[in-house]
T-cell receptor, first 115, second 110 residues
Framework: GAVVSQHPSWVICKSGTSVKIECRSLDFQATTMFWYRQFPKQSLMLMATSNEGSKATYEQGVEKDKFLINHASLTLSTLTVTSAHPEDSSFYIC???????????FGDGTRLSIL | QQQVKQSPQSLIVQKGGISIINCAYENTAFDYFPWYQQFPGKGPALLIAIRPDVSEKKEGRFTISFNKSAKQFSLHIMDSQPGDSATYFCAVSSGSRLTFGEGTQLTVNP
């Protein structure tokens, strides 16, 4: 089946630092990748959609200057949380799909803790 | 505006029983209705999905029932097992994006 790998799985860092999370599609080319955020015992909230080689489309209320998304290749997208603060602590999950009619396949998430 | 409402929020079932989770949506433009299973600390995994041209889809112990006129769909887990204990999310989609329900925490007691 389609495999999406996310790295790191857990990161703890100090307030004010920037953190980069990688999302890779291992056995298929992902024309579109998605980034979600999930708080404890809550649902997944879409943050942004990125198509390879294009600028990401951010959901309303998501600061694009804070959450930088790069989708430079068909197998890799990165999310950089810039100048992270404790309120940015959350579970970040990426997903990828081959094309519009294929389902999204999710990574195992990155737990981000900002001290 | 909440586009998909999921119930119940939590569900406890005995081993061997049937687990039923329901979702209702508002926008008739949705054309893809998946269910995802999520274990703690993991990303969601696609369980089963249906498109609006069929009323039911079965895969093993998992069945989706879809009622287009009522704008509702449900997940039935037959012969529920302790290993099914997880959080289940319904979702709706038209084109690019998925919108998730609030989730149902299922506990299957041995």
């Amino acid at each position: 089946g389609a495999v999406v790998s996310q790295h790191p799985s857990w990161v703890i860092c100090k307030s004010g630092t920037s953190v980069k999370i990688e999302c890779r599609s291992l056995d298929f080319q992902a024309t579109t990748m998605f980034w979600y955020r999930q708080f404890p015992k809550q649902s997944l909230m879409l943050m942004a959609t990125s198509n390879e080689g294009s600028k990401a489309t951010y959901e309303q209320g998501v600061e694009k200057d804070k959450f930088l998304i790069n989708h430079a290749s068909l197998t890799l997208s990165t999310l950089t949380v810039t100048s992270a603060h404790p309120e940015d602590s959350s579970f970040y999950i990426c997903s990828a799909r081959f094309d519009r009619v294929q389902p999204q396949h999710f990574g195992d998430g990155t737990r981000l803790s900002i001290l | 505006q909440q586009q998909v409402k999921q119930s119940p929020q939590s569900l406890i079932v005995q081993k061997g029983g049937i687990s039923i989770i329901n979702c209702a949506y508002e926008n008739t433009a949705f054309d893809y209705f998946p269910w995802y299973q999520q274990f703690p600390g993991k990303g969601p995994a696609l369980l089963i999905a249906i498109r609006p041209d069929v009323s039911e889809k079965k895969e093993g112990r998992f069945t989706i029932s879809f009622n287009k006129s009522a704008k509702q769909f449900s997940l039935h887990i037959m012969d529920s097992q302790p290993g099914d204990s997880a959080t289940y999310f319904c979702a709706v989609s038209s084109g690019s994006r998925l919108t998730f329900g609030e989730g149902t925490q299922l506990t299957v007691n041995p």
